[in-house]
């Protein structure tokens, strides 16, 4: 491998991809030197992390986990692995831990929401799949997106300007909270109490996609803001 550690994001977090030739001293050093300089990219989201690559022992994947977690401020709930009976388990944990994120009480919906498909909830929802352009969620509380968040999420429906909503990928052609609205810069004119999302660097594809990787929507002074979810942000919301 050109690269002997590589970090992918998926639905669920991020998977390390570890070259299995390296002597494995060496790629601790790689693992370290890999989430230091990502850092800043990867920010402070709580995330699902697993190994692929080459078989790790329980105290090397104990070890790396250290490491990671050292040299970035990745939060991270549950490590997953190839035997399903330990996934299960992985999941069943990463379902609480989420739980007790999302506030005293919430719903998980696994799946993903395509085109017409619209869900209404009444409490915080984390949303284990994609919302694909088209499709709609509404929640009387917070929103959470373990996936990609293309169409429409509207949190706080009850009058909440406290709620947020927060996907892995944020691509979303509205956001409302409360009684404030956001729409995508291509959506056309905005509504009152709306305001539009910054245009996507068309030039540069890369940068646009990297940009919109693991963000929050709040409301603050009335307007709907949008940022990355690092430690600043995570330390000031109030579940």
């Not at 078989?55 to 190839?82: F, H, M, W, Y």
């Not at 919430?106 to 395509?114: A, D, I, S």
Request: charged share 25%.
């Amino acid at each position: 491998m050109d690269n002997p550690v590589i970090i992918k994001g998926n639905n669920h977090g991020i998977t390390v991809i570890l070259d299995p030739a390296i002597e494995y001293a060496k790629l601790r050093e790689y693992v370290a030197d890999k989430f230091r300089d990502s850092s800043k990219f990867l920010g402070a989201a709580p995330v699902v992390l697993g190994f692929e690559g080459r078989a790790l022992l329980p105290e090397q994947e104990k070890e790396l986990l250290g490491i990671i977690t050292e040299s970035c401020e990745l939060r991270i709930v549950c490590l997953v692995d190839n035997d399903a009976e330990r996934r299960q388990q992985h999941e069943r944990t990463l379902n609480e831990k989420l739980l007790d994120l999302s506030g005293a009480s919430g719903t998980f919906y696994k799946g993903n929401l395509r085109s017409g498909q619209a869900l209404t909830f009444e409490t915080s929802v984390i949303i284990l799949g994609d919302i694909h352009p088209g499709a709609s969620v509404t929640s009387t509380g917070n929103i959470v997106v373990l996936g990609s968040l293309q169409g429409q999420a509207f949190a706080g429906a009850g009058g909440n300007e406290k709620a947020f909503v927060f996907a892995i990928d944020m691509a979303p052609v509205m956001i409302r909270i409360a009684d404030y609205l956001a729409r995508s810069a291509d959506s056309g004119r905005p509504a009152e109490n709306s305001r539009f999302f910054g245009k996507q660097e068309k030039e540069d594809p890369k940068k646009a996609e990297e940009s919109r990787k693991m963000q929050i929507a709040f409301l603050e002074d009335g307007q709907i803001c949008l940022e990355p979810l690092n430690k600043r942000v995570w330390n000031d919301i109030r579940l």
